[in-house]
Structures are given as structure tokens and as C-alpha cells.
């Protein structure tokens, strides 16, 4: 509760999701042309109705004129009703020094800080990105796990197919260290063996 008392959570738009019982907090920096997809398929995973998307609209601070201008784009497109759907918020974070950490920490403690602190053992977090397509289990198979009260929960995850076989190549060579990271951790016992995206 101590964490809670010395927030100063970011302004939400259009307004504090305060009816909403969990949040589906998405960082976008630069990504215009993944985040409809995104969004449909959250849709698709029924995004419960109890349930908050909270877009945190961001760029570094030494950003190129082209990222600012598509944070600019997506913040007019949000201001303008273009998304519709009305589970969706957003919080306008520019000019960030620390990358996509700092926009999801401004995202969490913005959710959080606009929930009731009675009810905030009942809520759940969403840790999300804007180029990820939901499963259509996704919210299912979450609520699920929570409902055997655990803390929390890391899905199995695949990226998206890339355009060239070398993109693809790094990315088959980034999912293997992420695999072995964790298979290393669970065969040493140790109490931190989950993935770390």
C-alpha cells in the first residue's frame, strides 16, 4: 500500500477507467501499422467486459521526426473515436529516456492508481504489445489460472512470421535463448524460471 500512497498516475484519456476491473496495458511507440491488428484480435479473444485496453502512446526523448509524427498520428486517431471500442484508453507519454520499460511502468501505475485500493487483490494486469496477436483463448486461459489463485501467469508465445529469412533467422535465434533461459532456470530450482518478455 506503500507503493500505491506515492503514485502519481498518469492522466488517462478520455477519462480514469475507473468502472473497469482489469487493464490491458499496451506500450506503442512507432507502430501504426501492427496496432489494428492487435486490437481486432483482442477483440476476438473477447476482451471482457470488466476489462480496460490502455494504450500508452510514447517515443524517446531523442526520437526521429518520423516517430513523433506517428505518436502524433495515433494520438489524433484515438482523440478522433477511429479505434471503436469503448474499452479503449490511452495515455499520451512523450519524449521517454528509459525506452518501452518506462511506458509500461507508466501504464501499470496509472492502472492501478485508478482502482479502487479494496478491490485491487481482485484485479488482474495485462501486459501487453502492440505488434502481438492474441490468441482467441487468451482471457479465457488467463481468468482461468487466476481463479486457482496463483500470482501470475507467462502464455506460451511464438513471434510473427518475418518478411525476410534473415529477420527470421533472428528471430528463431532470439525465441531458442529465450527457451533456454528459462529450461535452466527450472532445471536449477530457481524461484525466477519464467519467461522474461
Known sequence: MNYLSKLRPAKIEPG??????????????????????????????????????????????DAAPEVKAASATLLAQLKSGHYAMPQLFFIDAPDLHDGVGEARKIGMDAAIGNLDPAKLSESILFS??????????????????????????????????????????????????????YQKLHDAGSPYAFYTI
Open 16 to 61: 480514469p477507467p475507473a468502472a473497469y476491473r482489469h487493464t490491458v496495458v499496451i506500450p506503442v511507440c512507432n507502430e501504426l501499422d501492427y496496432l489494428p491488428a492487435t486490437l481486432q484480435s483482442l477483440q476476438a479473444a473477447a476482451v471482457p467486459d470488466d476489462t480496460a485496453i490502455l494504450l500508452v502512446v510514447n517515443h524517446p526523448h
Open 128 to 181: 501487453f504489445d502492440a505488434d502481438t496477436l492474441a490468441d482467441p483463448r487468451y482471457f479465457s486461459v488467463i481468468l482461468a489460472a487466476f481463479a486457482s489463485k496463483i500470482d501470475a501467469v507467462t502464455l506460451n508465445f511464438s513471434h510473427q512470421t518475418a518478411e525476410t529469412l534473415a529477420g527470421q533467422a533472428a528471430i528463431d535465434r532470439y525465441e531458442r535463448y529465450l527457451r533456454r533461459y
